[in-house]
């Protein structure tokens, strides 16, 4: 697929006339319960974002340290991945869950798990209690974040359905900066609580899906795709239309839906793990899925999200006061460019998002490699200074793609019937890079300082290449018609007839009236 691989839709989707100008999000009482619920399902990335700058603010706490005999090398490397190996261990079971038991359950089973875990994280006494706290923590969170950004994208109002599922992913750094501040805070308590405090509260996202997860809507595709066509279009038409099932809006959604998995169903009867590389549509899917997970993770980010004590010792700053309140400051920064982003993508478009933020990162991280070798050859102050504000500059860059659209970007670009698993394993090869990252970062920092950020240039540049060839525009389009782009003009085809059918029905109905907003 070459730079030419852009397939937009133009300004509307093919139900933009449908839409009802006058139902906002802020003035329609229905949209606004569903986005309370959507909220609740975005939590489960604060959660994560909460786990990497608490374990982030952790290493620089010598409470922590202390009492855990100053880990370095391997075993700080295992603390900080054996979440992700816990995640690992989850990824088998996890699409079966979601699938076969619904979106809920899956979320509810995983929101429990963690907070067991986090209890006994709290309550550790020795670095194997710890251990075994994190890998619960990752296999909990495996249930809850395979199935969350999926009910997401398929309960969203269609017209903000790129914006949340995209905020999702950016929500990681509201949970960071909860992290990074409980740390901070926490710092001057001379005892063990200095770090149990920051752990307790990492539950708190938890204890509130446990509570309430049971309340949110199921996904309409589940339940078309489990043969509860009634509750399906019931629960569209009460979020979507009031309450209306005739709603021209909701009755082309449920046909289109159910379009979609009819011909999902007659391509693979039985989908498999196979079913991800059975087709060139899938495979296309696959390779560039693989990519997004392992470049969001490799783009030299890692190196501050997980070890940012380490990058600051290379500059010489070694005051943890200090340490702590730049990692404060720094997920605020983050958390605002990616809600920005996450507003702006289906204004702007994927691809240039995408491009934006690589060619971004290539200069400032090339800027942040070459003022950390000056100070390190001449311990100028200045250089060091500068390594920070690039850091900033750097992840300005990294959040308008990478951190909003990884997520809303794989899950819309997946169809119905191999989400789930398609979706696993976008998070498995997220788990592998980290993992990876976990391990040797810490290594290769101690071992050339500076100069391991060469390798991440180099790998930038290549992660600029593939993008441009590789990403396909998806702006303006229905999940059902994004899916389709990948499988050949036919099928794209075969589901707008489908749901086009219900439209023309309703068309003369329909051409000039709309419901009234409710308030």
Known sequence: MGAGAVANSGATTAYGHLLDPNRKWYNNRRIIY????????????????????????????????????????????????????????????????????????????????????????????????????????GFGLTFAATAAPMLVTEISYPTYRAPLTSTYNSLWYSGAIVAAWATYGSFKIQNTWAWRLPSVLQALPSVIQVSLIWFAPESPRWLINKGRHAQALKTLAYYHADGNEEDPLVKYEFEEIKAAIDLDRQVASSVGWKTLFATPGNRKRMNIIIALAFFSQWSGNGLVSYYLNKVFNTIGITDPTIQLLINGILQIWNLFWALLASSLVDKIGRRILFMTSVIGMIVFFTLQTAC?????????????????????????????????????????????????????????????????????????????????????????CFEAVFLWFFVVETKNRTLEETAALFDGDEAAEQIAAAAHAVDSDKDEKSSGSFHETKA
């Open 34 to 137: 569903l986005n309370f619920w959507i909220l609740l399902l975005l939590i489960t990335s604060s959660t994560n974002g909460y786990d990497g700058s608490m374990m982030n603010g952790l290493q620089s706490l010598t409470q922590w340290a202390g009492y855990f005999n100053y880990p370095t090398g391997g075993r700080l490397g295992l603390l900080n991945a054996i979440q992700n190996i816990g995640s690992l261990a989850a990824y088998p079971m996890s699409p079966y869950v979601a699938d076969g038991l619904g979106r809920r359950t899956s979320i509810f089973l995983g929101a429990t798990i963690m907070c067991v875990a986090t209890a006994i994280q709290t309550a550790s006494t020795s670095v194997g209690m710890f251990i075994g706290a994190r890998f619960l923590i």
């Open 372 to 460: 950390s070798a000056v100070f390190a050859n001449t311990g100028n102050k200045a250089a060091a200074n500068s390594v920070i504000a690039f850091i900033f500059l750097f992840y300005g860059f990294y959040d308008l793609a990478f951190t909003p659209l990884i997520v809303s970007y794989t899950v819309e670009i997946l169809p119905y019937q191999i989400r789930a698993k398609g979706f696993t394993v976008f998070n498995f090869a997220i788990s592998l890079s980290l993992i990876f990252n976990q391990y040797v970062n810490p290594v290769a920092l101690d071992a050339i300082g500076w100069k391991y950020y060469i390798v991440y240039v180099a790998w930038l």
